[in-house]
């Protein structure tokens, strides 16, 4: 599987981006995004199970994104609104063959990983 991000880019507090992750190869299970702020570490945001559309986030998002996918393009998208400073991270997507991920949302149970696309947010 190969998983291509984009959608990054600069925005001003209180702003809206849609990131999405392009998908080729094998059929995904799951698809989630994860963000990495400088001198942090990687943080889960999101996450969908392929076959049915269910998600789930963490609680600290407070219903600021939601995580969404289009079988037809084998595309999946976050969007992300009501854009802090604190949002400001490097937003990877990945992506599983199975669901071990949506249980357990750890990194490691994500066997596929995209380049990243960079959000920056101005306050």
């Known amino acids: 599987v190969q998983l291509q991000a984009s959608g990054g880019g600069l925005v001003q507090a209180g702003g809206s981006l849609r990131l999405s992750c392009a998908a080729s190869g094998r059929t995904l299970s799951t698809l989630a995004w994860f963000r990495q702020a400088p001198g942090k570490e990687r943080d889960f945001v999101a996450v969908?199970?392929?076959?049915?559309?269910?998600?789930r986030y963490p609680i600290s998002m407070n219903d600021r994104v939601t995580i969404s996918r289009d079988n037809a393009k084998n595309t999946g998208y976050l969007q992300l609104n009501s854009l802090k400073p604190e949002d400001t991270a490097i937003y990877y997507c990945?992506?599983?063959?199975?669901?071990?991920?949506?249980?357990?949302?750890?990194?490691?149970?994500?066997?596929?990983w995209g380049q990243g696309t960079q959000v920056t947010v101005s306050s």
């Open positions: 969908i199970r392929w076959s049915d559309g269910t998600t």
């Open positions: 990945a992506a599983g063959t199975h669901d071990r991920g949506y249980y357990t949302l750890r990194i490691r149970d994500f066997d596929f």
